[in-house]
């Protein structure tokens, strides 16, 4: 297989694997974890977290309990790092909201952050090519938190006929109308609004890209985010407007954190295991 | 309230919450994480985790997947840290095992420690005495890892009517033989090898000391630290000899770590809840 396995711990009645593997896109090693809930050879079916800032590889399989839901299915999770790691690159490492770990998923095009932060095209050509020709998985979902969230909606979005289903717990819905989303897509992707409307959830659904299956979207009230950062009811508006269906789940009392993840993980396993088994 | 919560995050239909208060018996601010599932008035047992080497009391509530096992219940599960923290003692932050973190629960009677690791009062004084007197809860049970897992069978054997049940996963049970155990023992306690019996479960099982309802244990057959420095299988020839009802589950296959514990927490919060509800 054209990935290693650095680590695995017995979980349930599988495995959680730390892995990593050479990315043609980032030009760099990546790393990943991922729950194998039974045999390997017997996995018929993926799920891509995709975590938010500041978070690497290991924090979602840690923290959100998921192994649970998971055990006695034939669908893993896979959960990559949120960015290329130790390029040294101008600015990389001085802040939380760009540069190590702050991706923002997006196929960067300015300046040095253009030759290694393709997490786009890491994600949607060498993730899934990973799952389709190493493991045999042609069934893959999409998921993700705040700003992995986001990048679950936009890589969801733009790759239709690649994933069967998409949820996102407290995304940034409208990342070219936030603050992160507008630090990190200048630093990336320069000036042009235009080009950044490409990784707009909002602005895609705007623009009429729609999917079949309804997405799936839960937001704490308690977010102490989600006026100023993530805007989730500009993206129910823009769904309800261009006919796009979205179960909104807005959850009153909980917070931005895991302790929120945790709570409805089991929700949103059991959503896109039901898509992932229609197809 | 005689404690401070921090925060709290809504998790499940309850809550989770990490605190400080004051302890008599470690003359310093302690800190600790609870999971209270329902309304705090409504709560009426309590389990208290130990953690082990290294952990403070972040690491159970953030990665063992308790609170889906509690959700529903009047019991809450109270987590402390490890040991006192920033005495800037000798010695206290030089190594993983000893000091900071990896106070073994004892109450320390050897120089500068000798006044504040006075951890098995903490236990047994101030965080009781926290849950009777401030919440009201009388029903108390006891579980841990390693380190902790060690502390819990210590504390439970020699309090019996204080703890309605004692579980454990991997926990050293024979530290005055093990080098985790040795080091820790003679940095805190002096030379005397008969201090060091009082807090060695396998010497006051042998001792005769006897609780009335079964210890449950959880092992792990590919734990790293079995064989140098856990040594389970000593704990239950002593159980079997002495005639202290022992449920020892050996597990093929799973390691030391949190993704062995979230795999069988809900069968030990399970054990807990039925002593706790028959007191």
């Given at each position: 297989m054209d990935f290693e396995i650095l680590k695995k711990h017995k979980s349930f009645d599988g495995e959680t694997w730390f892995c990593e593997h050479s990315s043609n896109s980032t030009k760099t090693q990546m790393k990943f974890s991922a729950f194998v809930p039974s045999d390997i050879k017997d996995i018929d079916s993926s799920i891509i977290w995709l975590s938010g800032l500041t978070c690497n590889e290991e924090n979602f399989i840690t923290k959100a309990g998921v192994q649970k839901y998971l055990a006695g299915t034939n669908t893993l999770i896979i959960c990559p790092d949120t960015s290329p790691r130790g390029l040294n690159l101008d600015g990389e490492d001085d802040s939380y909201d760009f540069g190590s770990g702050a991706s923002f998923y997006v196929n960067a095009t300015k300046g040095d952050y253009s030759k290694n932060y393709q997490m786009y095209d890491y994600i949607i050509n060498d993730l899934i090519q990973l799952l389709k020709n190493d493991l045999g998985i042609d069934n893959v979902s999409i998921m993700g938190h705040s700003m992995g969230g986001h990048g679950a909606l936009v890589l969801g979005i733009r790759n239709p006929g690649l994933f069967k289903s998409i949820s996102a717990f407290s995304p940034i819905v409208n990342p070219i109308n936030s603050p992160w989303g507008i630090k990190a897509f200048k630093g990336y992707l320069g000036e042009n609004v235009e080009e950044w409307k490409k990784y707009d959830a909002y602005e895609l659904v705007k623009d009429g890209n729609l999917v079949r299956n309804t997405i799936l979207i839960d937001q704490g009230l308690n977010d102490e985010f989600l006026q100023t950062q993530l805007k989730t009811s500009l993206f129910e508006e823009i769904c309800r407007e261009m006919g796009q269906n979205l179960k909104l789940n807005m959850r009153?009392?909980?917070?931005?954190s895991y302790y929120f993840i945790s709570t409805f993980i089991e929700e949103h396993i059991s959503f896109h295991i039901n898509s992932l088994k229609k197809s």
């Amino acid at each position: 297989m054209d990935f290693e396995i650095l680590k695995k711990h017995k979980s349930f009645d599988g495995e959680t694997w730390f892995c990593e593997h050479s990315s043609n896109s980032t030009k760099t090693q990546m790393k990943f974890s991922a729950f194998v809930p039974s045999d390997i050879k017997d996995i018929d079916s993926s799920i891509i977290w995709l975590s938010g800032l500041t978070c690497n590889e290991e924090n979602f399989i840690t923290k959100a309990g998921v192994q649970k839901y998971l055990a006695g299915t034939n669908t893993l999770i896979i959960c990559p790092d949120t960015s290329p790691r130790g390029l040294n690159l101008d600015g990389e490492d001085d802040s939380y909201d760009f540069g190590s770990g702050a991706s923002f998923y997006v196929n960067a095009t300015k300046g040095d952050y253009s030759k290694n932060y393709q997490m786009y095209d890491y994600i949607i050509n060498d993730l899934i090519q990973l799952l389709k020709n190493d493991l045999g998985i042609d069934n893959v979902s999409i998921m993700g938190h705040s700003m992995g969230g986001h990048g679950a909606l936009v890589l969801g979005i733009r790759n239709p006929g690649l994933f069967k289903s998409i949820s996102a717990f407290s995304p940034i819905v409208n990342p070219i109308n936030s603050p992160w989303g507008i630090k990190a897509f200048k630093g990336y992707l320069g000036e042009n609004v235009e080009e950044w409307k490409k990784y707009d959830a909002y602005e895609l659904v705007k623009d009429g890209n729609l999917v079949r299956n309804t997405i799936l979207i839960d937001q704490g009230l308690n977010d102490e985010f989600l006026q100023t950062q993530l805007k989730t009811s500009l993206f129910e508006e823009i769904c309800r407007e261009m006919g796009q269906n979205l179960k909104l789940n807005m959850r009153e009392g909980y917070d931005h954190s895991y302790y929120f993840i945790s709570t409805f993980i089991e929700e949103h396993i059991s959503f896109h295991i039901n898509s992932l088994k229609k197809s």
